[in-house]
């Protein structure tokens, strides 16, 4: 028996190891058709900054966002043996999405594409990185990757932002001494409402983001009462006068109908960034408004 089996793998080995090898290129080869089975980006974004919050728990990361025409994508990081995973827990962290896979390769390859920007009309995009580990080796991480990709990234060099394709945001857990410690900073610094008193003049905070329930007690339920209104108007331009731009957090609400309202408000504020994970929904109440084309 021994003998028939050894005589049958020499006849038929070679054939195995071929059979083996295309099955381990098709193992190899299946993520890229998949990757590349994406929605395609728009021709421009809309004219409002639609911003993507979580945007990598969509089915396409990134694609559906550059699809509906969003031009802010928010991705949060983790920091986990020198690499940068793309998830919103660390137990939710795999292998294969990094920020590299999922964000900075794709948008790299656009801008090639592109001559130069992301959208094929010439528009900028903005990666709010949202960095979860607290840990003194986030930010010399974070920046080492950024660094990689420093053709395309925006550069805060001598109080000054010098503009590329990409303009890379690091919100969570930041460093901001670290940051401006650098001569050529590839990322700014998401600021807080409270940096609108504490730092007014600190240019490399070009953005504020603020928890919409943590500043407001009004939820969407009803018509905004007159006194929250007034509040959000004046901290928008509380923080337009200082000349960054304003996002809240956390305004998308259950009933649709409602959400639509909402967002109504924040445009009629002077809100820069409106921010949601409805971005089918966001895109399409742009197109009735006539605000994309």
């Known amino acids: 028996m021994n003998f028939a089996v050894d005589a049958w793998l020499k006849e038929n080995g070679m054939k195995m190891k071929s059979i083996l090898l295309v099955m381990m290129s098709v193992i190899l080869i299946c993520p890229v058709i998949f990757a590349a089975n994406h929605p395609e980006p728009a021709f421009r974004p809309l004219p409002v900054t639609a911003h993507a919050h979580n945007d990598y728990e969509h089915a396409f990361p990134l694609w559906d966002a550059l699809h509906y025409g969003f031009s802010s994508i928010e991705v949060d990081v983790h920091l986990a043996d020198g690499s940068l995973f793309v998830a919103h827990d660390f137990e939710d962290i795999k292998p294969e999405r990094t920020i590299q896979s999922l964000y900075l390769d794709p948008l790299r390859d656009l801008v090639k594409q592109n001559n130069g920007s992301v959208y094929s009309d010439g528009s900028r995009v903005l990666l709010l990185v949202d960095m979860k580990t607290e840990s003194p080796d986030a930010w010399p991480a974070l920046e080492r990757t950024l660094l990689e990709y420093s053709d395309m990234l925006s550069v805060f060099r001598e109080g000054r932002l010098i503009e590329g394709p990409v303009t890379a945001v690091i919100s969570g857990n930041r460093d901001l001494q670290g940051m401006l410690d650098e001569k050529n900073c590839p990322a700014l610094y998401d600021g807080r409402i409270e940096d609108l008193e504490a730092h007014p003049d600190l240019p490399i905070i070009k953005l504020i983001s603020a928890s919409w329930s943590d500043e407001f007690e009004w939820k969407g339920e009803g018509e905004i009462p007159e006194p ?24 998308d609400i259950p009933d649709i109908a409602g959400q639509e309202y909402v967002w109504d408000l924040l445009l009629e504020a002077g809100v820069d960034f409106i921010n949601t994970d409805r971005l089918k929904a966001f895109s399409e109440f742009a197109s009735r408004l006539g605000i994309n084309e």
């Open 228 to 251: 929250v209104f007034v509040k959000m108007k004046s901290v928008v331009e509380q923080a337009h006068f200082q000349g960054r731009k304003i996002r809240f957090w956390g305004t």
